[in-house]
T-cell receptor
Framework: DAKTTQPPSMDCAEGRAANLPCNHSTISGNEYVYWYRQIHSQGPQYIIHGLKNNETNEMASLIITEDRKSSTLILPHATLRDTAVYYCIVSRRFQGAQKLVFGQGTRLTINP | EPEVTQTPSHQVTQMGQEVILRCVPISNHLYFYWYRQILGQKVEFLVSFYNNEISEKSEIFDDQFSVERPDGSNFTLKIRSTKLEDSAMYFC???????????FGDGTRLSIL
């Protein structure tokens, strides 16, 4: 699976949009971009995933560049509860018993 | 919303003892996973399980580890003879048969003394 690069930490003011970048320059054509987050020591929580089109759900938006070498997760109105470690994972589409390979992620702190 | 549940939330065990960590995956899910996270480190894949057999396992998952789905609802991870370095958070995950993501439980904190 392709590796990803994320900044180790970011800060964002409460109520503002949090934009978390991820580089995945070696992504291949059949690999998706997945985002999870981990609040404290809780289990990772799925946020969103995409292939090449931008995606939006009730939690976040995912913007993938046209060459698919990078992406940005957007939390439109960050709250204190969004403080967490965010993981960008590139993996083949969830088929079969597909494992997830976690990196160090980005520690996002939402400030009041 | 259905969720993956894990018990116990914290397990303290003497080194060399056997420990069984329990998970109840989401009811209609078919793929099951164990991951672990040593304090301050990354979440690491241990094993995946489908159709009553192991699909893939990592180098961490050696002969001391085993998994079982003893009935239609539980999925267990057994460590036969625990070592100090087995101390970690252990997360269970599951997913269904379609193109859906894995859903994680909140983990069991295993402390080996």
């Amino acid at each position: 699976d392709a590796k990803t690069t994320q900044p180790p930490s970011m800060d964002c003011a409460e109520g503002r949009a949090a934009n978390l970048p991820c580089n995945h320059s070696t992504i291949s054509g059949n690999e998706y971009v997945y985002w999870y987050r981990q609040i404290h020591s809780q289990g990772p929580q799925y946020i969103i995933h995409g292939l090449k089109n931008n995606e939006t759900n009730e939690m976040a938006s995912l913007i993938i560049t046209e060459d698919r070498k990078s992406s940005t997760l957007i939390l439109p109105h960050a709250t204190l509860r969004d403080t967490a470690v965010y993981y960008c994972i590139v993996s083949r589409r969830f088929q079969g018993a597909q494992k997830l390979v976690f990196g160090q992620g980005t520690r996002l702190t939402i400030n009041p | 919303e259905p969720e993956v549940t894990q018990t116990p939330s914290h397990q303290v065990t003497q080194m060399g003892q056997e420990v069984i960590l329990r998970c109840v995956p989401i009811s209609n899910h078919l793929y099951f996973y164990w991951y672990r996270q040593i304090l301050g480190q990354k979440v690491e894949f241990l094993v995946s399980f489908y159709n009553n057999e192991i699909s893939e396992k990592s180098e961490i998952f050696d002969d001391q580890f085993s998994v079982e789905r003893p009935d239609g609802s539980n999925f267990t991870l057994k460590i036969r003879s625990t070592k100090l370095e087995d101390s970690a958070m252990y997360f269970c995950a599951s997913r269904d048969n379609s193109n859906q993501p894995q859903h994680f439980g909140d983990g069991t904190r295993l402390s080996i003394l």
